[in-house]
């Protein structure tokens, strides 16, 4: 049973970095892409972007100039950066393994359980 | 980008009534990539419906979604204790992958 973990500081700083890092267990990060989605307290999915295990990525534009993803295969992890933070980014940070395919587009079948990232002073 | 709108924002029902949810993506969603999660209090969404119509894994029966171009609708038949959650569309055939703001479902 694949399982994914979150892990990093749940109270980051206005305008310092924000660093997530998402572990992997009972399964390869070989062979797929993987998501990021975050949800602020009370409202509703705002998704991050995603990327694949080769490294190649995808942002939202909303987010492309302060969101940096990597990943690291001998870890079996992969990790979220965001700098420049500030209040509207506090937010449940979840991520996720986009291993359902169908029709050559994949959605994500498993999630972590998300960790609370709150901005402030 | 294209913007997806749920509506009601909140729906209130009875175990056993039937419950429509509706998405509105404010341009076509080609091939239909919409897809419907559910969502219970502290944890993570689950995929309920791909394609529009299709049921993922697992999900019962009562669960139906249709619709295509830019209006979607989830259906739930004989609403169980347990389908009383927050839903979810979200759109996957252009990036950014939006969400709709989401409808809770709720007992009345």
């Known amino acids: 049973q694949v399982q994914l973990q979150e892990s990093g500081p749940g109270l980051v700083k206005p305008s310092e970095t924000l660093s997530l890092t998402c572990t992997v267990s009972?399964?390869?990060?070989?062979?797929?892409?993987w998501t990021w989605i975050r949800q602020p307290p009370g409202k509703g999915l705002d998704w991050i972007g995603f990327?694949?295990?080769?490294?190649?990525?995808d942002y939202n534009p909303s987010l492309r100039s302060r969101v940096t993803m990597s990943v690291d295969t001998s870890k079996n992890q992969f990790s979220l950066k965001m700098s420049s933070v500030t209040a509207a980014d506090t937010a449940v940070y979840y991520c996720?393994?986009?291993?359902?395919?169908?029709?050559?587009?994949?959605?994500?079948?498993?999630w972590g359980q998300g960790t609370l990232v709150t901005v402030s002073s | 980008e294209i913007v997806l709108t749920q509506s009601p924002g909140t729906l209130s029902l009875s175990p056993g009534e039937r419950a429509t949810l509706s998405c509105r993506a404010s341009?076509?969603?080609?091939?239909?990539?919409l897809a419907w999660y559910q969502q219970k209090p502290g944890q993570a969404p689950r995929l309920l419906i791909y394609?529009?119509?299709s049921r993922a894994t697992g999900i019962p029966d009562r669960f139906s979604g249709s619709g295509s171009g830019t209006d979607f609708t989830l259906s739930i038949s004989g609403l169980e204790p347990e389908d009383f959650a927050v839903y979810h569309c979200?759109?996957?055939?252009?990036?950014?992958?939006?969400f709709g703001q989401g409808t809770k479902l709720e007992i009345k």
């Open positions: 009972g399964g390869s990060i070989s062979g797929y892409f």
């Open positions: 394609g529009a119509s």
């Open positions: 990327i694949h295990f080769t490294g190649s990525t």
């Open positions: 996720a393994r986009l291993g359902f395919c169908s029709g050559g587009a994949c959605l994500a079948d498993y």
């Open positions: 979200q759109q996957y055939t252009t990036s950014p992958r939006t």
């Open positions: 341009q076509s969603v080609s091939s239909n990539y």
